[in-house]
């Protein structure tokens, strides 16, 4: 992409709205515009990220053996009367009527809706185990939107779905979602703790939240040091196989988040030195609730004995759109941001230090098309602003590598090269600079 031709409508001015980083970073980079409150668009440098975020999500849910649909967003009142929910989610929930003067909401999550498409197809325990998800907009009319992102109104959920036929199996479902969430926020970088999270009227231990500390997060977390060390289950993790003894070294030392932080057991579990109190960022839930929506609903699937049962169901959510905003929280300085190479917008900017110096134009073209044909997807500042500016810029939207071309070191046969996160500039030749970022 060539930066006079893109739509990157930086802020110089902090704006005042702004609370945290990632809020104040996203509307000055250019990534975001608030249309009302906790509702926003995503102008074109904000969208390549969120897009970025969501594919590492569909990936490791492929690779967990979850399969993609797509639900509408608008969905029928009738269809939440049937488990009860309807009248429960209260103010929340954002009611529409139609022309036929039809009852609709704007889907907050999406467990009737799959109960009914499940129960209308699904009928045999041979067809068991099956996972659905789909990445699409919610609306939950929030009381307090803020933070950017990290508290929208409408925001952009990966939820999946899993229906097996008895609870056993079932808990397989939840450590095959446990393990793809473990892989897939250490993918963008980050490092997020699954923490005990209040449980369902099913009990025993079946809900999670995934945490990424940051200091501005909404929740207080505690829990024990060591987890921050624990290994990511590689890309060629066994789904079908025995994933517990993963789930139970993540959780056997002490995590939780305030509302169900318990001090006894945690003063007794962890030693002084390994205690840790924090803010964190829930990006993910895991959830297994068994019959909760398929008894009321009806969903039942016939064993092999013959006799009719409610399907066991669990419900996982990740926080796609949030995703951007925590990203930021856990990776940026001063000047901008510092996204990490999986989910950087670009994978890297070149900067024309004097756009229409033949030398300078035409080594930022042979830049441009090798670091594009190599995948790198650049974006290649070659407007007419003068270089400090351009510098700050790409400090701020924090690209992975910076290409410095400019007549002077031309002359001499070098460029420089950036790297955005520990900031040091290295002069190399044009080669070896491509070379570098190409790896
Ligand atoms: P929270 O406690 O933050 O309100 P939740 O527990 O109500 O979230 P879930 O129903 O578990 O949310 O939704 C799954 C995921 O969707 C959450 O883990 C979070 O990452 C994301 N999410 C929930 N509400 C919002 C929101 N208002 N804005 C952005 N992301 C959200
Ligand atoms: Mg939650």
Known sequence: ????????????????????????????????????????????????????????????????????????????????????????????????????????????????????????????????????????????????????????????????????????????????????????????????????????????????????????GESAVFCDKRVLDLPIPGFDVDYRGDLQPIIDQWTSLYAATEDVHDVARYERETAPENRMTARGIEVGQVFFFGDKYSKPMKATVTGPDGVDRAVQMGSYGVGVSRLAGAIIEASHDDDGIIWPDPVAPFGAGILNLKPGDAACDAACETAYAALSAAGKEPLLDDTDERPGGKFATMDLIGLPWQLIIGPRGLAEGTVELKRRAPGERKTLSLESAIQAITG
């Open 1 to 216: 992409m060539r930066l006079s031709r893109y739509f990157l409508p930086v802020l110089k001015q902090t704006p005042a709205e702004a609370q945290i980083p990632s809020h104040r970073l996203m509307l000055r980079a250019g990534m975001l515009r608030q249309e009302a409150a906790g509702i926003y668009a995503w102008l074109p440098l904000g969208h390549r990220v969120l897009k970025k975020v969501e594919q590492i999500v569909r990936e490791e849910m492929d690779r967990a053996g979850a399969i993609e649909l797509l639900m509408p967003t608008l969905q029928l009142a009738d269809l939440w009367r049937e488990s009860g929910r309807y009248d429960d989610y209260g103010k929340e929930m954002l009611r529409i009527t139609d022309r036929h003067d039809r009852e609709l909401l704007f889907g907050p999550t999406n467990e009737e809706m799959i109960t009914e498409i499940f129960r209308a197809y699904v009928h045999s325990y041979k067809d068991l185990p099956k996972n659905l998800y789909h990445i699409q907009w919610k609306f939950r009319d929030e009381q307090r939107p803020r933070f950017g992102v990290m508290r929208g109104r409408e925001f952009l959920m990966k939820d999946a779905y899993s229906f097996d036929l008895d609870e056993e199996s079932g808990r397989k479902s939840y450590n095959q979602m446990f393990v793809a969430y473990l892989r897939t926020f250490a993918r963008m970088g980050l490092k997020a703790i699954p923490m005990k999270a209040e449980t369902g009227p099913i009990g025993g231990d079946l809900s999670h939240e995934f945490i990424v500390l940051a200091e501005t």
